[in-house]
């Protein structure tokens, strides 16, 4: 990380009872710039009840988590190699930046930037903590000594039932989040007022009680998978007038009102594409062959009787899946999800529909899924929801942008853009509305696919990239639990993908 080329000193003060590994990978990011002198301070603080580490140990074998992982406790000795041996001499040091993640945090005299975390608006690491056990991630928020908010995000939690899973992707997001403030030289913020009502202290109890709830739920979901018919995600569409103005389904929209395409009880359908050559629109979605456990990208087409059978149109030794299909220069394209590969790949159509062939690597050595493209302001434009460290993919949007479709393709300087489980990452094609460029994102606050998000974009260039939520759209009954999860739109066809059970809607008529 180069911190705009200036020498800084930087110091982080942490707690010696609550020393985590995410601190450790932060002060190793921080320290790897050769501009930085990085010093690490010790101080007191209450310590953890000792069921936490109980807890982390029983998790380990029942959801076999190996490795390390970013909420492992440090001893401080870890840490040796930042630390200053004389305090008094650490305190004739005036650092630049001050990243206090100590329990009582205090800005003092010793810096001209001091910042700290809040979790849900409150300066009490134990607000996460006991929010962890409450199966809720907690917001997060970077704010200076005067209270001003640096930055925040909304992160999501992928395995809610484990507490080092949750807390691997909480403090992922804020590693991410904290890099950010300290790459800027000039930060500024809007002012909140922190919440200072008592919180509850992590206790033994609390944390017995999280680990029993955890068997009993993981137990009852095996149960559950073993005694009925799981749920499945399905494409669904509907033919759609000019009276629908926004490209969203419009207030009332029901299940029922989309025809449910056809499927088998050996896959399942998802993230549907239209694309519309030679007369005729096509429907691209993911495949996933129960058999395989491995994803394909299929096609069908729309006659006046419906929709075709899908048939296979591309398949690699990787899953795929995220069918991005469109057009630029003067040619036909697909960017399928390839995450597994680390890459993000793009495919040009030798015949449309269903020959397809590889014309480059956009995007190589990243964990990116639903790269979605766009030109806009003489630049084409990716955007991708990204993961490192143990976090998650469900909340971080990554934006990329080049002079020429295949590349070279160049990160934005503000990555991750945006950590939020309620808009992030792509859920379909970018459109124009009332002049503006707008984009379908995943809501995935509660679950993965709760339902999209619709976002205008306020800024888009090298410089910042800025979006609104103007509205969210969520599906229910008719069997259908989740969604919608991708929405496109072309001509007078509308698709979505949801999930439900297998008699949710009826294929190839609306449900009545």
């Given at each position: 990380m180069t911190i705009h080329g200036e020498r800084r000193t930087?110091?982080?003060?942490?707690?010696?009872?609550?020393?985590?590994?995410?601190?450790?990978?932060?002060?190793?990011?921080?320290?790897?710039?050769?501009?930085v002198d990085l010093t690490i301070r010790f101080t007191d603080g209450p310590p953890l009840p000792a069921a936490f580490d109980m807890l982390r140990m029983l998790?380990?074998?029942?959801?076999?988590?190996?490795?390390?992982?970013?909420?492992?406790?440090?001893?401080?000795?870890?840490?040796s190699r930042w630390t200053r041996t004389d305090p008094a001499q650490a305190d004739l040091v005036r650092a630049d930046l001050v990243?206090?993640?100590a329990p009582r945090a205090s800005a003092g005299p010793g810096a001209s930037r001091h910042i700290r975390v809040l979790y849900d608006n409150a300066p009490d690491e134990d607000v996460l903590l006991t929010s962890v056990l409450a199966h809720h991630a907690p917001a997060l928020s970077v704010v200076d000594q005067a209270g001003h908010v640096l930055a925040s995000a909304r992160p999501a939690i992928e395995n809610p039932l484990a507490m080092t899973s949750a807390?691997?992707?909480?403090?992922?997001a804020l590693l991410r989040l904290v890099l950010k403030v300290a790459r800027r030289t000039?930060?500024?913020?809007?002012?909140?007022?922190p919440r200072q009502a008592a919180t509850r202290p992590l206790t033994s109890p609390a944390l017995a009680s999280f680990g029993a709830r955890t068997l009993a739920r993981k137990l009852g979901n095996r149960l559950t998978r073993l005694s009925r018919t799981a749920q499945d995600w399905f494409v669904a569409w509907r033919?759609?007038?000019?009276?629908?103005?926004?490209?969203?389904?419009?207030p009332g929209t029901r299940p029922e009102d989309y025809i449910r395409m056809a499927c088998d009880a050996h896959r399942y359908y998802a993230d549907p594409f239209l694309f519309e050559a030679g007369g005729a629109m096509h429907l691209f979605v993911e495949e996933f062959p129960f058999a395989t456990g491995k994803g394909l990208i299929s096609v069908a087409t729309f006659t006046e009787g419906g929709l075709s059978p899908a048939r296979p149109v591309l398949e690699t030794d990787t899953h795929l899946s995220y069918p991005h299909v469109f057009a630029g220069d003067g040619e036909i394209w697909m960017i399928p999800e390839t995450l597994q590969a680390r890459t993000v790949e793009l495919y040009r159509a030798e015949r449309f529909p269903d020959r397809w062939t590889h014309e480059t690597t956009l995007l190589a050595d990243i964990e990116a899924s639903d790269a979605t493209v766009c030109r806009h302001g003489g630049l084409w434009w990716m955007f991708a929801a990204t993961r490192e460290w143990q976090g998650s993919n469900w909340d971080s949007l990554g934006v990329f942008f080049a002079e020429r479709?295949?590349?070279?393709?160049?990160?934005?300087?503000?990555?991750?853009?945006?950590?939020?489980s309620h808009g992030a990452r792509p859920a379909g094609q970018f459109f124009h509305h009332g002049g503006a460029l707008w984009r379908p994102a995943q809501d995935c606050s509660e679950n993965y696919g709760t339902g999209l998000s619709l976002c205008r974009i306020d800024r888009l260039d090298t410089g910042a990239v800025t979006q609104t939520?103007?509205?969210?759209?969520?599906?229910?009954?008719?069997?259908?639990?989740?969604?919608?999860h991708t929405f496109n739109r072309a001509g007078d066809i509308e698709v979505i993908d949801l999930l439900g059970s297998p008699d949710a809607l009826r294929a190839g008529e609306p449900a009545r």
């Open positions: 930087i110091e982080m003060r942490l707690s010696r009872a609550r020393a985590w590994r995410w601190q450790f990978d932060l002060a190793d990011r921080l320290a790897a710039d050769p501009a998790e380990n074998c029942v959801f076999r988590l190996h490795g390390e992982h970013v909420c492992d406790r440090l001893d401080e000795a870890a840490f990243l206090d993640f807390l691997d992707a909480v403090w992922s000039d930060p500024r913020g809007e002012p909140i007022a033919r759609i007038d000019d009276t629908v103005r926004l490209a969203r389904p419009a479709l295949k590349g070279p393709w160049h990160p934005h300087p503000d990555n991750p853009v945006l950590i939020d939520v103007e509205a969210g759209v969520r599906l229910r009954g008719a069997g259908v639990t989740r969604g919608p």
